[in-house]
C-alpha cells in the first residue's frame, strides 16, 4: 500500500509528466493497434479485388491445338472430370476455386449456340471460401441475352436442348462476348445431352500462389504453375492469363512492402517520443538524485 500511495502522490505532484507519458504510451498502442488492423483490411480488401479479377489459370487437353483454342474459346477435345477432385485433393498447392467445364458448339432451330456445363466449384480439403463463378442446378439452364432474344425467352420458360428439357431460371445480360450466345447448365446434364458422361474439356482455377512468399521470385507464375502441374497432370496443358496473374503479384508486392515500412517506422517513432519523455523526466530530477546519492544511496 504504501508503494501505492508513494506512485499516486508522485503523479499528483508530477502530473504533467504523467499525462504526457500515459498520452504517448496510449498513442503508441493506438498507431501499432490501427495499423495492425488497417493491414488486415487492406490484406481482405486486395483479396477480395482479386477475386473480382477472376479465375487466371486454365488447364485444357494436351492435344488441343492452340489456333483453333483461341478461335473457338474450347477445346475440341476432353480430359477425365476425376482431374478436377484429383487435383483438389493435393496437399501443398496453392491453387483454389477450382471449376470443371465441358462446352461445345451446336446447332439448335437452325441457330448456333454454344452449350456449356459447369461443375460447382470444388475447394481443396479443409479450405471453405465464397464461389467465385455462379453454379447451375441440374434440370436448370441460364442463357445469354442473345439466346434468349433468338428464342424469346424468360425466366420460368423451358428450353429443349437436343431432348432434354431445361427450366430458364435466368436470362444473363448482354456482355458483348460469346457468352452472349451460350447455354448454361450444370455439368452433368450437358455431359448427358452430348453424350460425354464424366468428361470435360476445361479446369479453370484461381491461381494465389504468392512467389514473393514461396521465396521463388525468379520464375514467373506461368513456369512455376507448369512445373508444378507437369507431375500432377502430365495430360494437361496449362495456361495462366498474365495479365491478372501479373496484376495479383504486384498488388501483393506492394501490399507487403507498405506495412513491411510503415510498421517498423511506427513503432521507432514511438518508441524514440516514450524515451525522449524519460529522458525529460531524468533530467527534471537532478537535484532529487544529487540530494539522494548525498545520502548514501546508489
Known sequence: MKVVALILREISYRWVNFLLSMIAVVVAVALFVAFATSGEAYRKETRRIQLGMGQN????????????????GFSDYTMPEEYVYKFAALDGYEYTHLTGTLQQSLELQGRQVILAGILPEVMPPGRSQPPMTFSVDRGTAYVGSEVARFFNLEAGDRIDVRG???TVTKCLVATGSSDDVRI????????????????????????CLCLIESGQTDLDPLTLAQMQLAEVLPAAK????QGIAEVRQQQR????????LITPLVIVACGIWIGALAMLNVRQRFEEIGIMRALGYR
Open 253 to 260: 508486392a506492394a501490399m507487403e512492402g507498405y506495412l513491411a
Open 164 to 166: 432434354k428439357s431445361l
Open 238 to 241: 496449362v495456361l495462366l492469363l
Open 184 to 207: 448454361y447448365g450444370h455439368l452433368h446434364d450437358v455431359q448427358e445431352i452430348l453424350g460425354l458422361e464424366g468428361k470435360i474439356n476445361e479446369i479453370r482455377a484461381l491461381e
Open 57 to 72: 489459370l486454365r488447364i485444357i487437353p494436351k492435344e488441343t491445338a492452340m489456333d483453333q483454342f483461341w478461335v473457338k
